[in-house]
């Protein structure tokens, strides 16, 4: 994901290995969702002084 033209990478755990994802972001909040089933895989803020963002 791309922020404040910086590149992020934001783990969501092997389980969700090549699920296809939405993205919802507004400022630094962001959520990711599930695109088939509509279930939300994180929900956190992002912290621009990390490129990787945990599980």
Do not use: C
Request: charged content about 35%.
């Amino acid at each position: 994901m791309r922020y404040d033209s910086r590149m992020y990478s934001i783990g969501v755990g092997r389980t969700h290995a090549r699920t296809r994802v939405v993205l919802i972001i507004k400022d630094r909040h962001i959520i990711i969702v599930d695109k088939r089933t509509g279930e939300i895989l994180k929900d956190f803020v992002l912290d621009p002084t990390r490129r990787y963002q945990k599980q």
